[in-house]
Each structure stands twice: as C-alpha cells, then as structure tokens.
C-alpha cells in the first residue's frame, strides 16, 4: 500500500487491466469460470467476517489500531475487491454503473423520513 500512498488511486479500469495482466500470465484464465468467481468472491468476504469472530463490536473497534490487524483487513478488502472485479470483467458487469443505479433503488426503497435512524428493511417500512 505505501507505494501508492502519495499517487492518486487507481482506477477500476485499471485495476481489471493490471488484474487480467497477472490471471493471464500464469494461463489463469481457464480456472475463472463465473461460478469459481462467485464462490471466491464469498469465501474472501467469509475472510473478512473471520477478523470479527468472537469479537464484540468494542473488541473490534480496539483491534483495528494493532496495524497487524489493520493490514489483514486490507488485504482481505482487497481480495474482495479483486475477486468482484474478475467476475464484473467476466460477465460484462459494468460496476460502477451498477453501483450507481443500486444507489438510486436504495435512496427509493429507503425515504428519508421513514428511514431515518431505524435498521427496517424496505419492505417493513
Ligand atoms: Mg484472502
């Protein structure tokens, strides 16, 4: 992470590119089916839920100022990351685009005034 600490981020786009660079070189490609992508996509969050294990919320609120622990959680973010763009490249999914129009369902299915400060899902609103 510190190398690109002072670059700006990169992009999506280029994240996929660099991604596809390192699937392709070591003839990766045939082992990313989209059904492998699903269930690596799930195990690695399963790998962030396993930092959390046993833990109440104060326990790990106080272990993410142990830098070791900090760092899993980075690394384990960006598996998840790099997973969810292995399988948006393999099926055409636009992420960005999808994220964004998942933003404007959310902000219809959860008005401000009947939302505000309760956990209801949108259909108990
Ligand atoms: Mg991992």
Redesign the pocket.
Known sequence: MKESDSSPPPSLAGLTERLLAFRDARDWRQFHTVKNLMLSLAL?AA?VMELAQWKTDEQVDAALADPVLRHRLE??CA?VLLYLLLLAERTGIDLARAAEAKIAVNEARYPIDKSRGNARKYNEL
């Open positions: 690695e790998e690394e384990e598996d």
